[in-house]
């Protein structure tokens, strides 16, 4: 049976990982929206549009409906330039996004997130709030990703983000127990971990931290 996923943020240190293993999977079509070209698969869709009218502008893009929502979207306070700016990349751009999957028939929606998630801080309000979101949209199973720090090249150039990983990683062998939810974590692995969780049967709503990730992402690389 073919599963047929929408995917968002799929040009970002996480989805192009997610993208490109779920393209080699025969059983497994991926739509990727993407605000501008980056390959010759993406669709690229007005995401302001896609607020106002989330059903009627999936629709242009996957006809047939869909089973699966991903959406590894996400910005930055510095990136955004302002907090409202971010708000509405992290949170309305992909609450429209799970609306819009949803009225296609997407069962299942897998949410990249942030390990503290809801504590204290704008960015870590936004994805409180956008978990809290999508948990109430009525989808039989979704699964919320919360990673450390992530490892990985970006296209573009964040420099203190790239400060940050060199610290993770020199500090990752001392955090044990609870602290090592917020250690450091490689976004490939953060991205097999997705693909092994695409399709997976069971409701309810599921949160993953980093040991969950590698447990899972393991899983997948041997399956």
Same mark, same amino acid.
């Given at each position: ?97 799970? @609306?819009? +999957?949803? !009225? /296609? ?7 990249? $997130?942030?390990? =503290? *998630? ?47 990983? @060199?610290? +993770?990683? !020199? /500090? ?7 602290? $090592?939810?917020? =250690? *450091? ?39």
């Amino acid at each position: 049976m073919t599963t047929r996923v929408l995917l968002i943020g799929g040009t970002g240190l996480i989805g192009h990982s997610v993208d490109a293993d779920l393209a080699r999977r025969p059983d497994t079509i991926v739509t990727s929206l993407t605000r501008r070209q980056s390959s010759g698969s993406d669709h690229i869709i007005d995401f302001e549009r896609l607020c106002a009218a989330p059903d009627a502008t999936l629709r242009t893009v996957a006809p047939t409906g869909a089973d699966v929502a991903i959406s590894c979207l996400g910005t930055t306070i510095r990136a955004a330039g302002l907090l409202a700016a971010m708000f509405r990349v992290d949170h309305d751009y992909v609450l429209a996004f799970a @609306r819009g +999957a949803h !009225a /296609l028939g997407a069962r299942q929606f897998i949410l990249v $997130s942030s390990v =503290g *998630a809801g504590g204290p801080g704008f960015y870590l309000r936004t994805k409180g709030a956008i978990e809290r979101d999508i948990r109430a949209l009525g989808f039989s199973r979704v699964d919320i990703l919360r990673p450390g720090i992530l490892l990985g090249h970006r296209a573009q150039a964040r420099p203190m983000e790239a400060i940050g990983q @060199r610290l +993770a990683t !020199a /500090l990752s062998p001392l955090m044990v127990g609870r602290l $090592s939810e917020y =250690g *450091a974590i490689d976004a490939k692995t953060v991205a097999k971990a997705i693909v092994g969780l695409v399709g997976q049967t069971g409701n309810g709503c599921r949160a993953y931290d980093n040991a969950a990730l590698c447990r899972i992402a393991s899983q997948t690389a041997n399956s």
